[in-house]
Nanobody, 119 residues
Framework: VQLVESGGGLVQAGGSLRLSCAASGSIFSINAMGWYRQAPGKERELVARISSGGSPYYADSVKGRFAISRDNAKNTLYLQMNSLKPEDTAMYYC??????????????WGQGTQVTVSS
Protein backbone atom coordinates (compact mmCIF):
# COMPACT_ATOMS: atom_id res chain seq x y z
CA VAL A 1 0.00 0.00 0.00
CA GLN A 2 1.30 3.45 -0.93
CA LEU A 3 0.05 6.63 0.68
CA VAL A 4 0.67 10.08 -0.77
CA GLU A 5 -0.33 13.21 1.13
CA SER A 6 -1.03 16.61 -0.37
CA GLY A 7 -2.64 19.90 0.58
CA GLY A 8 -0.21 21.25 3.13
CA GLY A 9 1.07 24.78 3.05
CA LEU A 10 1.42 28.09 4.82
CA VAL A 11 -1.72 29.68 6.24
CA GLN A 12 -2.50 32.45 8.70
CA ALA A 13 -4.00 31.69 12.08
CA GLY A 14 -7.74 31.26 11.77
CA GLY A 15 -7.46 29.96 8.24
CA SER A 16 -8.26 26.57 6.76
CA LEU A 17 -6.56 23.82 4.83
CA ARG A 18 -7.69 20.47 3.52
CA LEU A 19 -5.23 17.61 3.44
CA SER A 20 -5.67 14.65 1.13
CA CYS A 21 -4.13 11.20 1.23
CA ALA A 22 -4.35 9.06 -1.88
CA ALA A 23 -3.98 5.33 -1.32
CA SER A 24 -2.87 2.84 -3.96
CA GLY A 25 -1.74 -0.76 -4.11
CA SER A 26 -3.36 -3.48 -2.00
CA ILE A 27 -5.97 -1.12 -0.60
CA PHE A 28 -8.42 -3.98 -0.02
CA SER A 29 -6.32 -4.80 3.04
CA ILE A 30 -6.94 -1.44 4.67
CA ASN A 31 -9.56 -0.83 7.31
CA ALA A 32 -8.68 2.04 9.64
CA MET A 33 -6.92 5.18 8.45
CA GLY A 34 -5.64 8.14 10.35
CA TRP A 35 -3.74 11.40 10.43
CA TYR A 36 -0.77 11.98 12.70
CA ARG A 37 1.44 15.03 13.11
CA GLN A 38 4.89 15.74 14.42
CA ALA A 39 6.20 19.16 15.32
CA PRO A 40 9.95 19.86 15.65
CA GLY A 41 11.26 18.54 18.94
CA LYS A 42 8.01 16.78 19.77
CA GLU A 43 6.76 13.24 19.53
CA ARG A 44 4.40 12.17 16.80
CA GLU A 45 0.79 12.41 17.93
CA LEU A 46 -2.54 11.18 16.67
CA VAL A 47 -4.73 13.90 15.17
CA ALA A 48 -7.71 11.87 13.99
CA ARG A 49 -8.59 8.42 12.76
CA ILE A 50 -11.53 6.87 11.01
CA SER A 51 -12.71 3.28 10.87
CA SER A 52 -13.72 1.41 7.75
CA GLY A 53 -17.30 2.11 8.73
CA GLY A 54 -16.67 5.83 8.95
CA SER A 55 -16.58 6.31 12.72
CA PRO A 56 -14.20 9.18 13.54
CA TYR A 57 -12.02 9.80 16.56
CA TYR A 58 -10.29 13.09 17.30
CA ALA A 59 -7.58 14.25 19.62
CA ASP A 60 -8.91 16.74 22.17
CA SER A 61 -6.70 19.45 20.73
CA VAL A 62 -8.50 19.40 17.36
CA LYS A 63 -12.07 18.53 18.31
CA GLY A 64 -14.54 20.95 16.80
CA ARG A 65 -11.94 22.34 14.38
CA PHE A 66 -10.83 19.37 12.27
CA ALA A 67 -12.90 16.82 10.38
CA ILE A 68 -11.66 13.51 9.01
CA SER A 69 -13.42 11.76 6.16
CA ARG A 70 -12.74 9.09 3.58
CA ASP A 71 -13.97 8.51 0.06
CA ASN A 72 -13.67 4.78 -0.48
CA ALA A 73 -14.57 5.10 -4.16
CA LYS A 74 -11.59 7.40 -4.67
CA ASN A 75 -9.34 5.61 -2.18
CA THR A 76 -8.69 8.94 -0.55
CA LEU A 77 -8.57 10.15 3.04
CA TYR A 78 -9.16 13.79 3.91
CA LEU A 79 -8.54 16.09 6.84
CA GLN A 80 -10.42 19.38 6.81
CA MET A 81 -8.66 21.77 9.17
CA ASN A 82 -10.45 24.94 10.23
CA SER A 83 -9.63 27.68 12.74
CA LEU A 84 -5.98 26.79 12.50
CA LYS A 85 -3.64 27.82 15.28
CA PRO A 86 0.13 28.28 15.30
CA GLU A 87 0.38 25.21 17.52
CA ASP A 88 -1.06 23.14 14.66
CA THR A 89 2.20 23.69 12.78
CA ALA A 90 3.71 20.28 12.08
CA MET A 91 4.42 17.65 9.48
CA TYR A 92 1.19 15.76 8.92
CA TYR A 93 1.28 12.07 8.07
CA CYS A 94 -1.36 9.76 6.67
CA UNK A 95 -1.46 6.22 8.04
CA UNK A 96 -3.37 3.06 7.22
CA UNK A 97 -3.92 -0.16 9.13
CA UNK A 98 -4.82 -3.66 8.06
CA UNK A 99 -6.34 -4.60 11.40
CA UNK A 100 -6.27 -1.65 13.75
CA UNK A 101 -8.78 -3.12 16.19
CA UNK A 102 -6.58 -6.15 16.77
CA UNK A 103 -3.14 -4.56 16.76
CA UNK A 104 -3.66 -0.89 17.57
CA UNK A 105 -0.96 -0.15 15.05
CA UNK A 106 -0.71 1.33 11.58
CA UNK A 107 1.08 -0.68 8.91
CA UNK A 108 1.56 1.94 6.21
CA TRP A 109 2.70 5.55 6.32
CA GLY A 110 2.96 8.39 3.86
CA GLN A 111 5.90 10.75 3.50
CA GLY A 112 4.10 13.68 5.10
CA THR A 113 2.95 17.14 4.13
CA GLN A 114 4.03 20.27 5.98
CA VAL A 115 1.46 22.56 7.57
CA THR A 116 2.67 25.92 8.85
CA VAL A 117 0.34 28.33 10.62
CA SER A 118 1.58 31.87 11.10
CA SER A 119 0.39 34.09 13.92
Amino acid sequence: VQLVESGGGLVQAGGSLRLSCAASGSIFSINAMGWYRQAPGKERELVARISSGGSPYYADSVKGRFAISRDNAKNTLYLQMNSLKPEDTAMYYCAAASDYEATGEYDYWGQGTQVTVSS
